[in-house]
């Protein structure tokens, strides 16, 4: 599976990362542990230089749904994403979609740099 991930109870902190390519129904399985695991509030560091999707504007959509979904059960935690210079673009795109959340989020080329801000983050 292209998406690896931990939940970090006592930080937290959900910790993913995406290598290779990512389906619709690998990133609908991984919004769904989220939700599963009521860690919706936790802060989220997802690192995607490592992945890709193949996903149709369709697909994305319902991915889009998905996440705009969690808003609705409660306080969503800071979101901070890693992505190659070619990956601004897309990533971009989705982050505009997800912006009706009452959250802060960062697109960032570095893992340091993307840690940091959400160390500064607070919890909710």
Do not use: C
């Not at 690998?26 to 230089?49: H, I, W």
């Not at 319902?62 to 705009?68: L, N």
């Not at 912006?99 to 570095?110: E, G, H, I, K, V």
Request: proline residues 4%.
């Amino acid at each position: 599976m292209p998406l690896y991930w931990v939940i970090d109870s006592r930080a937290e902190l959900v910790t993913a990362a995406a290598e290779g390519d990512v389906s619709l129904d690998e990133a609908m399985t991984f919004l769904r542990a989220l939700s599963g695991a009521k860690v919706t509030n936790y802060r989220k560091l997802f690192d995607g230089r490592a992945g890709s999707s193949s996903m149709t504007a369709q697909e994305l959509l319902m991915v889009t749904a998905e996440i705009r979904s969690h808003h609705g059960l409660g306080k969503v935690g800071a979101l901070a994403i890693i992505a190659n210079h070619d990956q601004t673009e897309p990533f971009a795109r989705v982050l505009g979609a997800l912006a009706l959340a009452d959250r802060p989020m960062r697109l960032f080329d570095s893992p340091t740099r993307a840690r940091n801000w959400l160390d500064a983050q607070p919890r909710v």
